[in-house]
């Protein structure tokens, strides 16, 4: 791509990068969460394949794959974690843990992140899931020539 | 903490957990891989064991995700379930075995089979994604959490089939299944937003104890007949089998062969413990015989013509679907009235009972013919001939399963197929023939594929080919001893799998019950 493109392409990567992980953070409190960060994060990987191309974008399929899994064990073993009451037992909410054990106080909030229990980490799971997957479809896309060349 | 009071959830949890560690695990090489897969299958094995034991000897489980304890279906305050919650009863147990027996039998088979493939890692993975979707279905309560689960064996299941990307077929059977599931899918949607708009409910037991049969019910129950319908390979729904079975790898038609039944599952499930008798029993009954008839007709006098080996096994299996469909279609036509205890139970105990000797001896003929085309690359008919010579245990499975399709004594087909036709004979003597009448084509069919494949003098193209590897035969073998054997005892296996299972279709209390009656403490 031209000059221009890759410019502003590298420029916006970041404020997306930050942007996505916003979503993935607070959604537990605001609307969004881990699937639409991840959506996020990954468009930010295809504005990088688009300006720089598959091979300059330094995206490492390897890499995303070991991620993608991680974000699903993740997510399996804290529904694994609440066995000790039932599977997907929210074990960290209402002083159950040292961290995120506080209730998500109803209504308008500045933002409370350390509430809510496994949820927060579960969307970070859901998250980490979905950018890396989402990634490496857009990243094979690119890699695989297309018929017409 | 009781691992036995979580087995419901660990079923579907461990496979779970199994597809995500594969390709962690696959960095470690091939053979880690491969016994991780059979090991994580060998542990779902010994629980769904667990699971349906416990369900035989004492009823229904139910299981809350994510509640205090896992009986406490309705905290207090609330008058209807709020959580996703899991229910298996007699039907789920059943199944849950059939699915744990042909999933890990289907990945020892594979170590071998698929060795020269490459990407394996995704392969286990999809393959016990496959399992964990199938147990989700039959264990799952929740009308949502089992369009989830479709969609999971759905995607699971399509890219089991494309996997061989070299091949032509492959593709174009994924991409024909993946149309055909994706609207089956979104009709399951649809049918379960149309029960959730009027009832504000999700969980099938309560969904059943308010269900009116209203004209958006009978809407939803259309839709939930149709893909289910299509989901089991029914005809006029059946296109995709016939390219999908010889597509996808050996191992992998036999995981779809229980892939199929579990849209018999979903589609036995929603008429009887969900609708009941509020349903106008006599008509879905007879369209529920006629899709039946239809497979078997359809599916039999297609075979006939086929000179793809697997696609000829593929076409007699539809009409393998039609006998269940048709046993249990007789049981749902006559639900409710005295006949019933007479003929109707019996008809759906030969029905159930053909589901699982489907599963073992469609497997074991999907398996053989797939030890056919490894050894010698081709399924072609014509080309084939005189194998028995360098291939004779693959060749004295393949009769097994020959003759318990076609229904010959002592094998289990055989046992299965009478108690269908005596009594649909009473329901109505013409369904009966139609039946016994295509059971002998099958006979027919299977006589000329053996013929062809493993009679004759030795053919000079196939005379260095050996014997299946020892994972292979291991895994045929199994699988004929359990033909042998469910044909052997057939009353045994009718009294302690068959009857619960076909008992809970029935006793549609019982299933509400076990939600909405066990309130506070623990079952």
Redesign the interface.
């Known amino acids: 791509m031209s000059k221009l493109v890759r410019t502003i392409g590298w420029l916006l990567y970041a404020p997306i990068l930050i942007f996505g992980f916003y979503v993935i953070m607070h959604g537990h409190l605001t609307p969004g969460g881990g699937f639409q960060g991840g959506a996020v994060v990954a468009s930010g990987f295809a504005l990088l394949i688009v300006a720089y191309g598959a091979k300059g974008a330094g995206l490492k399929e390897r890499l995303l794959?070991?991620v993608?899994?991680?974000g699903?064990?993740i997510f399996?073993?804290l529904?694994?974690l609440?066995?000790?009451?039932?599977?997907?037992?929210?074990f960290l909410a209402a002083g159950g843990g040292v961290v995120f054990n506080e209730l998500v106080p109803p209504g308008p909030n500045p933002g409370d992140l350390n509430t809510a229990g496994t949820l927060p980490l579960m969307n970070w799971a859901v998250g980490l899931k979905v950018l890396a997957g989402l990634g490496s479809i857009v990243l094979l896309l690119a890699l695989f020539p297309s018929e017409e060349e | 903490m009781d691992i036995l009071a979580h087995v419901p959830i660990l079923v579907v949890g461990i496979p779970l957990l199994g597809a995500f560690a594969t390709p962690l695990i696959a960095r470690a090489g091939a053979r880690a891989r491969n016994w991780f897969a059979i090991f994580i299958l060998l542990l779902t094995t010994a629980l769904a064991i667990a699971l349906a034991v416990s369900v035989f000897q004492a009823g229904p489980r139910v299981y809350v995700l994510g509640g205090q304890s896992f009986g406490f279906t309705l905290p207090s305050g609330y008058f209807f379930p709020i959580r996703i919650i899991l229910e298996a009863d007699g039907l789920s147990a059943f199944f849950v075995l059939i699915i744990a027996v042909t999933t890990l039998l289907g990945a020892i088979y594979s170590t071998a089979f698929m060795r020269a493939h490459s990407g394996l890692e995704k392969y286990y993975a999809l393959l016990l994604l496959l399992a964990a979707g199938m147990f989700g279905m039959v264990v799952t309560g929740d009308a949502f959490n089992f369009f989830v689960f479709l969609e999971i064996t759905s995607i699971a299941a399509t890219g089991l089939v494309a996997f061989r990307t070299g091949r032509a077929e492959s593709g174009e059977a994924a991409f024909k299944m993946m149309v055909l599931y994706n609207i089956g899918g979104l009709l399951v949607l649809l049918a379960v937003a149309i029960l959730y708009g009027q009832y504000g409910a999700l969980n099938f037991a309560y969904l059943a104890k308010l269900i009116e049969y209203s004209l958006l019910d009978v809407v939803a129950l259309a839709l939930f007949v149709l893909a289910l319908a299509l989901k089991a390979g029914a005809v006029p729904m059946h296109m995709w089998v016939p390219d999908a079975y010889p597509a996808a790898p050996a191992p992998v038609t036999m995981v779809m062969v229980a892939n199929t039944q579990i849209g018999l599952y979903g589609l036995y499930r929603i008429c009887f413990s969900l609708y009941g008798l509020k349903l106008t029993p006599a008509l879905v009954g007879w369209i529920v015989i006629i899709l039946g008839i239809l497979s078997i007709f359809i599916g039999v006098s297609m075979a006939v013509i086929q000179r793809d080996l697997k696609r000829l096994i593929a076409y007699s299996g539809i009409a393998q679907i039609g006998y269940m469909l048709l046993g249990v279609g007789v049981g749902l036509a006559v639900l409710g009235t005295p006949a019933l205890d007479s003929y109707g139970l019996m008809a759906m105990k030969g029905g159930i009972f053909h589901i699982v000797n489907h599963a073992l001896y469609e497997g074991l003929l999907f398996l053989a013919a797939g030890a056919v085309s490894y050894r010698a690359g081709t399924r072609n008919l014509d080309q084939l001939g005189g194998l028995a010579h360098n291939m004779r245990w693959t060749a004295f499975f393949f009769i097994i399963g020959g003759a318990a399709i076609a229904g010959l004594p002592p094998f289990n087909g055989f046992a299965s197929k009478l108690i269908i036709y005596e009594s649909v004979f009473k329901f109505n003597p013409i369904l009966a023939v139609i039946a016994l009448l295509a059971s002998i084509i099958t006979l027919a069919i299977y006589a000329r594929a053996f013929q062809s494949v493993f009679v004759g003098p030795k053919l000079p193209a196939y005379k260095d080919v050996r014997e299946a590897p020892p994972s292979m035969m291991f895994a045929m073998a199994i699988l004929a001893a359990l033909v042998v054997l469910f044909g052997l005892f057939p009353d045994l296996v009718v009294r302690y799998l068959v009857s619960p299972a076909a008992q809970a279709l029935v006793n549609r209390a019982q299933y509400i019950e076990a939600i909405l009656g066990a309130g506070l403490g623990v079952r």
Do not use: D, P
């Not at chain 1, 066995?83 to 929210?90: C, D, I, K, W």
């Open positions: 794959s070991v993608e899994s991680g699903a064990l399996v073993g529904a694994f609440g066995l000790g009451a039932t599977f997907f037992y929210n």
